[in-house]
């Protein structure tokens, strides 16, 4: 167990994942995984995420520069974009659904017809094959083909190669044989925990088992080894005991270092952002509750349709919801507690709303040759 209070792992939480803007592949390198939401409000959870740590980053960016970088769209604990090099802790993936009989043959036929044409759109798919429409997860009705495309890429045998529209471009793809030895599915499992306390620490207790319990979407046919890993990994991090709940961080690394001192900036973040994504930790660090409530029937919303998380130096003091007006961005904000006043404050959320207006360049700017972003 190690010395430290609740303000130094608040500080070291920021700090931590807060680095100093790079580039664009050096940044989802260092985060290890960048969590994706379809959601525009008013851009999107990835490009809302990368814009603090990527230099002069532009809503969008990691859409149009996706095909020449070495990254890929997967799952891990959720769906996102990764460092190509994590795939092998993943692939062969295999399901924990196994498809019947006739899926397995119409997702044959779509892979054949994949590997023959090279990319293709889904409605390319789905105009050759017709396959119609099936119920999918949320109760509605889904493109059958499209669930298919979907089933391959989740399995291994498709990835994404670009987006067109927002839309994915699937082709096919062989990932390199595992070591499938007790030795090597044993490593591979302690690397995915490694890499999901690397993103998100410092971890309360339950909030690392309950990651640890997420990786069954990533790599499901490890589940056995990454919960062997996680027994290793609470011996093996550095821990401490504030008010009843044990922490966890990397070993390495100190909580109470000076070099964890927070900056003057304030910061609006996504809600999939590493500093608030783990709501358990949220509400230990600044001890209110904050809830995306997108799919919250809007009489029942307390903090909007997409609120997004307002962070001034160490603290989360409230949230934003932004909208765009005759190309002008407008705030509407919403305080924890009491709402800071004085120039100071003016002064950061100022320079913020310049900096959320510059990343929106495209979209406030109707013009069609505005970086060619949609409006939508």
């Known amino acids: 167990m190690h010395e430290a209070d609740i303000d130094a792992l608040r500080r070291y939480a920021v700090a931590r994942t807060l680095f100093p803007p790079t580039t664009l592949t050096g940044a989802v390198r260092r985060l290890g995984f960048v969590q994706a939401d379809p959601i525009r409000a008013p851009a999107r959870a990835q490009d809302l995420t990368l814009r603090h740590r990527v230099k002069d980053y532009r809503a969008g960016d990691l859409e149009s520069r996706y095909a020449r970088l070495s990254i890929e769209e997967d799952c891990l604990v959720n769906y996102g974009f990764l460092p190509r090099e994590h795939l092998a802790l993943m692939h062969p993936r295999e399901a924990a659904r196994t498809w019947d009989a006739a899926t397995q043959r119409r997702a044959a036929d779509v892979l054949a017809f994949v590997r023959e044409h090279g990319p293709v759109h889904p409605r390319q798919v789905e105009q050759h094959f017709a396959h119609g429409r099936v119920k999918n997860y949320w109760g509605g009705s889904s493109n059958a083909t499209t669930q298919l495309l979907d089933g391959l890429h989740y399995r291994g045998m498709l990835r994404v190669k670009r987006r067109e529209g927002g839309t994915r471009i699937y082709e096919t793809v062989v990932h390199p044989a595992a070591d499938d030895s007790p030795a090597g599915r044993a490593q591979r499992a302690a690397a995915l925990v490694a890499l999901v306390v690397r993103k998100y620490a410092p971890l309360p207790s339950a909030s690392l088992t309950y990651l640890v319990r997420l990786l069954g979407y990533g790599a499901p046919h490890l589940s056995e080894q990454t919960q062997m890993a996680l027994r290793l990994a609470r011996d093996q991090l550095a821990s401490c005991r504030i008010d009843g709940t044990t922490w966890h961080w990397p070993a390495e690394e100190n909580p109470a270092s000076r070099r964890h001192a927070p900056d003057d900036a304030l910061r609006l973040l996504a809600p999939f952002d590493p500093v608030v994504w ?3 930790r949220f509400e230990l660090l600044w001890n209110w509750t904050y809830k995306f409530e997108a799919y919250t ?8 349709y997409y609120a997004l998380p307002l962070l001034l130096h160490d603290r989360v003091i409230g949230w934003a919801n932004l909208s765009i007006h ?11 507690g009491k709402k800071p006043g004085g120039p100071a404050f003016r002064a950061a959320l100022d320079d913020e709303m310049q900096r959320m207006t510059l990343f929106l360049a495209a979209r406030l700017d109707p013009r069609p040759d505005a970086r060619g972003l949609p409006l939508g």
């Not at 029937?297 to 909007?304: A, I, L, V, Y």
């Open 326 to 336: 005759q190309g002008q961005l407008q705030p509407v904000l919403g305080f924890a």
């Open 297 to 304: 029937p809007p009489p029942k919303r307390q903090f909007g």
């Open 278 to 280: 783990d709501r358990r």
